[in-house]
């Protein structure tokens, strides 16, 4: 094994049961988009409707129809936009769209979605009534951020489909969901908080949220070296002491990130160091002793949340996450509680 990756889906049913809890009656559309940030889209929405979501939400309308041939009665919305061609397939396979700009297509459930501050995808105002319009939405800039911000925006977006209130009307993502009681409506769009991990890069346990993905590898080979030897590209780790190191086969290649060097890794029960820089297919630790090929090594799980090495590499849990490829060709990919 080089790495292996498990997805437990008893966790992520458990993570939607809180978030159904927390809403307080309104909806859960479990957000799997991006491969389900990197936990495998078709098993963990499968996982999340079982659960008690009420819909999937996806950006693009290919992700949408690989879901379908697996979820056949699934409400699925793709949010980002689409092209004519798109539209026809969406049609053909029952797919919602969400419509930001332009004509309304016709003949297809249709999601209008505001821009109340978020500058980016939206129109300023509501367009026509038209009979095939269900649900109006808006996207939060700031839920984990400002929650002032946040709900300025809950208020625009109030005030400007108070007419249409017999639509479906979302507007919170995970921190929204959780933080801002005032922004849930109808229903809301959860993708980070499915996955255990804290919207507001925290503990993702104060929610009662549990992490659904863990990341173990190896030992591959532990070597000394001596004082004045260095590991890796550019001799960026150059041993003051004599040092012993272990060569662990994941890379960035794998979504270990090179912004992680100096985050740890936990090897039997221990924290060790990230040294050198990451390369493509091997990162480096260090070592207080020689250990054994085939040692394991934890990247992610129990006492270390991938929040952890978000702060290290100065990104948020999400870029990590999208980023980790579980695909065969780099890891084993295990499910569990399925
Ligand atoms: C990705 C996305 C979400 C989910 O956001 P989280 O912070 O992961 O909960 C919700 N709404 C829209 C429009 C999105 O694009």
Known sequence: MRSEITIDLGALRGNVKTLLRATDGAEVWAVVKANGYGHGAADCAGAALAAGAQALCVATVAEALVLRTRLPAAR?????????????????????????????????SVHVKLDTGMGRWGLSELPAPARNVVGVMTHLATADSDADFARVQIERFRAATE???????????????????????DATRCGIALYGLSPLGGDAAEDGLAPVLSWETEIA??????????????????????????????????????????TDVRVAGERC???GVVSMDATVIELDR????????????????????????????????CGIDASPTRARRVVVGA
Not at 78 to 94: F, Q, Y
Not at 168 to 178: D, F, G, K, M, Q
């Open 76 to 108: 699925i919305l793709v949010l980002g936009p689409a092209s004519d061609r798109e539209v026809a397939e969406a049609r053909e396979a029952t797919l919602e769209l969400v419509v930001s700009s332009g004509e309304i297509p016709e003949d297809l």
């Open 290 to 321: 020689a250990l054994p090929p085939g040692t394991p090594v934890t990247i992610v799980g129990p006492g270390l949340p991938l929040e952890e090495h978000a702060r290290v590499a100065g990104t948020i849990t999400y870029e990590l996450a």
């Open 273 to 275: 160091k990230v040294i």
């Open 221 to 262: 080979q532990s070597k000394l070296l001596r004082a004045g030897e260095s590991t890796g590209y550019g001799r960026r780790f150059v041993a003051e002491r004599d040092t012993w190191i272990g060569i662990l086969p994941v890379g960035y290649a794998d979504g270990f990130r090179r912004a992680l060097r100096g």
């Open 163 to 185: 007419q249409v209130a017999e639509l479906t009307r979302h507007v919170a993502n995970s921190a929204a969901a959780l933080r801002i009681p005032e922004s849930r409506f």
